[in-house]
């Protein structure tokens, strides 16, 4: 089972909008609603931010919002931060075996 | 608050066994609709599922790991660990533990420990 496909990097200014893609198959984001984003500062373990396509965990900034469109779910992050510089994952749930299907992760820089 | 910390050795010899064990604070394993998980993640790379297990013992692999891997529940103690064997380089890696839960989420996180296969 291939990873879920990621730009490997975004880059935006203090107070822009960027969107992050990630791309699956019907089998995993094109037939399921269980899509989970997870950012990982460096040395820190991942944090869950956005799960079931577009939903918040309690205490994450509403800057953070889901989507998703066929076998692709996106990720936006607006009025970009300097604390926004991380790694971002996104991962599925999946018929196959694997059942959780990852993506190679993408990392966000602040100008 | 819920709270995950790993526990075990730092260094594996090639061909020996991994075992990890995640304590689990703040809430119990036992509680229906909770799941445990571990995750990994080697150098520089992205996140890897290992499996999961619920608190039952009933538990999920991930196939291209699965025949080497065995995880249990401790109750008693509010534990639950993973064992690999027969590791190789290619198993050396930060290793997480995590509590899952509906929509297949990962909520909580341990603080990642890592594990070294080198001789």
């Known amino acids: 089972q291939s990873a879920l496909t990621q730009p490997a990097s975004v880059s935006g200014s203090p107070g822009q909008s960027i969107t992050i893609s990630c791309t699956g198959t019907?089998?995993?984001?094109?037939?399921?609603?269980?899509v989970s984003w997870y950012q990982q500062h460096p040395g820190k373990a991942p944090k869950l931010i956005i799960y079931?396509?577009?939903n918040r965990p309690s205490g994450v900034s509403n800057r953070f919002s889901g989507s998703k469109s066929g076998n692709t779910a996106s990720l936006t992050i607006s009025g970009l931060q300097a604390e926004d510089e991380a790694d971002y994952y996104c991962?599925?749930?999946?018929?196959?075996?694997?059942?959780?299907?990852f993506g190679a992760g993408t990392r966000v820089t602040v100008l | 608050q819920v709270q995950l910390q790993e526990s075990g050795p730092g260094l594996v010899k090639p061909s020996q066994t991994l075992s990890l064990t995640c304590t689990v604070s703040?809430?119990?394993?036992?509680?229906?609709?909770?799941?445990w998980g571990w995750i990994r993640q080697h150098p520089g790379k992205g996140l890897e599922w290992i499996g999961y297990?619920?608190?039952?013992?009933?538990?999920y692999y991930n196939p291209s790991l699965k025949s080497r891997l065995t995880m249990s529940v401790d109750t008693s103690k509010n534990q639950f660990s993973l064992k690999l064997t027969s590791v190789t380089v290619a198993d050396t890696a930060v290793y997480y533990c995590?509590?899952?839960?509906?929509?297949?989420?990962?909520?909580?996180w341990g603080q990642g420990t890592l594990v070294t296969v080198s001789s």
């Open positions: 995590a509590r899952g839960g509906s929509a297949y989420k990962f909520d909580f």
């Open positions: 703040g809430g119990s394993i036992s509680s229906d609709g909770y799941y």
């Open positions: 297990i619920y608190y039952s013992g009933s538990t």
């Open positions: 019907s089998s995993d984001i094109g037939r399921y609603d269980y």
């Open positions: 079931e396509v577009s």
């Open positions: 991962t599925s749930y999946t018929s196959s075996s694997t059942q959780y299907i």
